[in-house]
């Protein structure tokens, strides 16, 4: 019978520690040697485990351990949680080399560019040659089943109209800075490499996700935008924001259109393991209809309020850390708008294992049963102890080809 190799280090370990333990002692029962060995052996292996990959995160943990990560770039589609888990993104696509930071013509862009990237029909997988900022002539105006990930490079998107996801499906956004958006004119853009159409003044926001699908942004840097950071409106849903750190800005994030647009009622997003950091106002996010699963963020900033809604949205809001402001009149992390408390009282809110400090109070609203958040429930909730460690990484990464991330 074939010995397992297994076996034959047990074997090799005996052969060297059985003598010793002769010359030291009285002999001891091979067995047990054996199987001293074995837990020291089974002791390693956790350790090694543990030291390897040990965040609590579980997207990061998912991928950013490989020192190979460039290798397998599209191998981070597969580590997506929540809403947006299924956002495939250009995973079954090609690779796709950005070495162009130019946008001269929203019509007819060179190859090389972004833009020419993200108008194709065909899957990609877009990433970049070198460090860039890409200040965008008009929206950029993505196709379905589209990567971009700014890992090993520092790629800014700033100074002009951002990215806008209208229509489209399978998107993933990670790595990418993202500030400074800009309103765009009323001009002509190509949003596939056979149509282009006459576009309004967009918004200026930094994301605009407009009747989208399977949508996940994941460790962006965004701040200071004409309007919204990120904003979903329009029946999107499937919606996964996660890892992204905010800073310096009003209205941060809006998902849903508007108290009367009740197409949003199906709208479904995930926030976890964000941080909402210096400078922010309110809006982080502001819901309508839909609902919203708010896990594991860091709040360290706002100045009016944290989260609020209108339309009766679903909140359910678990394993968070709010830091209230000084402010004391402040320190309401809710926000229930544009209805009197007859009304807002039976919105479904709850806060569930969220670590409030400097005197921040949550308030809950409706009847708490926990069939209602069903449709607001997307993945399970680390304790908010942990919430410090888990979004220490939050923003775009510093990754460097050849090393974990």
């Known amino acids: 019978m074939a010995t397992s190799p297994f076996s034959l280090l047990i074997l090799l370990l005996l052969v060297v520690l059985v003598p010793a333990l002769v010359a030291a002692s009285a002999v001891q029962d091979p067995e047990l040697v054996v199987k001293d060995v074995e837990r020291s052996i089974n002791a390693s292996r956790r350790n090694l485990g543990f030291l390897s990959c040990g965040t609590g995160n579980p997207i990061d943990d998912c991928w950013r351990c490989d020192p190979n990560w460039e290798k397998n770039r599209q191998r981070l589609a597969d580590c997506a949680i929540g809403f947006g888990k299924q956002a495939v993104g250009g995973r079954d696509g090609r690779i796709y080399v950005v070495t162009d930071s130019g946008d001269d013509n929203p019509v007819n862009p060179k190859p090389g560019t972004l833009r020419f990237a993200v108008i194709q029909d065909e899957p990609l997988w877009i990433i970049f040659a070198r460090d860039m900022v890409i200040k965008l002539k008009e929206e950029l105006i993505m196709n379905s089943f589209k990567t971009i990930d700014g890992r090993g490079a520092s790629v800014h998107i700033a100074g002009g109209p951002c990215i806008t996801i209208q229509y489209v499906s399978n998107i993933i956004i990670h790595g990418l800075h993202i500030h400074d958006c800009k309103q765009g004119g009323n001009a002509n853009v190509r949003d596939s490499p056979t149509h282009y159409g006459w576009r309004t003044i967009?918004?200026?926001?930094?994301?605009?996700?407009?009747?989208?699908?399977?949508?996940?942004?994941?460790?962006?840097?965004?701040?200071?935008?004409?309007?919204g950071l990120i904003d979903a409106i329009h029946g999107s849903t499937a919606i996964t924001l996660s890892n992204n750190y905010f800073t310096h800005h009003d209205k941060v994030m809006l998902l849903g259109h508007s108290d009367t647009y009740t197409q949003d009622k199906n709208m479904q997003v995930t926030i976890a393991f964000n941080h909402f950091g210096e400078g922010l106002v309110q809006r982080m996010p502001r819901c309508r209809h839909?609902?919203?699963?708010?896990?594991?963020?860091?709040?360290t900033h706002w100045e009016m309020y944290a989260i609020g809604g209108s339309a009766a949205p679903t909140i359910n809001s678990q394993g968070n850390r709010f830091l209230a402001p000084d402010n004391r009149f402040s320190k309401e992390v809710t926000k229930h708008e544009d209805a009197p408390e007859s009304e807002w009282r039976h919105w479904n809110w709850r806060s569930e294992g969220d670590l409030l400090l400097n005197g921040a109070f949550f308030t809950p609203s409706g009847a708490g049963a926990s069939s209602s958040y069903a449709k607001a429930s997307s993945l399970g909730a680390r304790p908010s102890s942990l919430v410090g460690s888990i979004t220490t990484a939050a923003g775009a990464l510093n990754c460097k080809k050849g090393s974990r991330c």
């Open 202 to 227: 967009s918004d200026g926001d930094g994301v605009s996700i407009f009747g989208g699908s399977h949508i996940w942004v994941d460790h962006c840097s965004l701040s200071n935008c004409h309007d």
């Open 290 to 299: 839909g609902y919203f699963h708010v896990v594991n963020n860091d709040y």
